[in-house]
């Protein structure tokens, strides 16, 4: 079918690159993964593609843990204003209107920049969910696509249903991906999903052993509403319910997580939880407060890092959220030592590996050969006193290459398995007809 292309692949040699532990080294790929990180050649080395990384540096690609990929769409669309009307009046009027194709488009947008900022894994919640994974797939992504759950003004029949035939079509695009997209249970979050649902969707994960994706105390709103309509605070409210439980243990995504208090943080740590924090995005809608990092991490929570969708962000850029969320810390707890750039860097890789059960996040032998090459030329690297500062500073525009599950996706700069022109084209187009649909 149209990814098997994606098995096939030859091996890459990426030839005396810089390490981020200043070494040289350099990086045989076969298959899919590391076999080699060494000052050796290996022999079989020459019969795949050679990269020349003298000047450049190679790191993990990151992961994206919480986005809504098609609302690249929307970007700039509608911003500066609070987010309950956000949602009512732009957002949710004109998510209505679009169509599946459109979401393929978007989705494929949204791609194209993850790819370009170095990102190769992405974890998606939006609507037509099996278009994001077709999109994702064909650029050679990694996508833990969800199926979605919204129960308001549906019976928990046609909620189920449409769910599971979304879960189904994912499951389907999956089957043909090389293993390159994961469903994943989607319950939007705890005031737009009813508890019957929420129980369901927590019973389904665990029978078909994948990940649930849920947002969780992004804003006060949810916690009072929580508090008046169930008498407990959201994660308790989830523990209450039975949708925390051990056989999903390491299993739950949940975005944002901003308003936890020591309790919950507790209870989901308990669970193994990982949190995707989302600083821009939070910081932009104005949620009111910022992720207690230390509480977090101090109750096992795995934090990760997201950039939630391009509407309220408005970019697709962990470079842009690892400097945010430092300095975020930094400047909300009144504290310049609070989240050193070397665990920011964690939280965009290896933690978010850890996040989604991939062997990733390291380039190590062994390893998922989800690599990028930093340009040691570009300005934002040069000095090189600390790489890891300067990825998690000052880097931008520096993406040379990206190889995701062994293959080359980004060579010098440039998309190299579709035309780049092509998608900006046609995402432009369309964001242009849903806008002007709408009035
Ligand atoms: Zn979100």
Redesign the pocket.
Known sequence: MIFNELISMEPILIKNALLKNKKRANIIIDGNKIVAVSNSLHKGAKRGRIIEASNKLAIPSFINA???AAMSLLKGYADDMPLQEWLSKKIWPIEAKLKEKDIYIGTKFACLEMLKNGITCFND?YWYPWKAAEASAELGMRGFIGALFLSIGKSKEQAIREFKKQFKRIKAVAKNSNNLIRPTVAPHAIYTVDREILIFAAEFAAKHDVLLHM?LN?TKEEVDGCIKEHNARPAEYLHKIGFLRNELSGKYIF??GVWLNEQEAALLGKYRASVAH?PI?NMKLAVGSALNFNLLVSNNINVVL?T??NA?NNSLNMFQEMKIAALLQKFYYNDPTKLNASQTFQLATYNAANAFKLKAGKVAEGYLADIILIDLNAISMVPSHNLISNLVYSAQNSVREVICNGRLLVENYKLIIEKEEKIINEARKTAERIVSNSF
């Open positions: 919480h986005t809504h919640m947002h992004e975005a944002h989302c995005s997201g939630d969708g309220s």
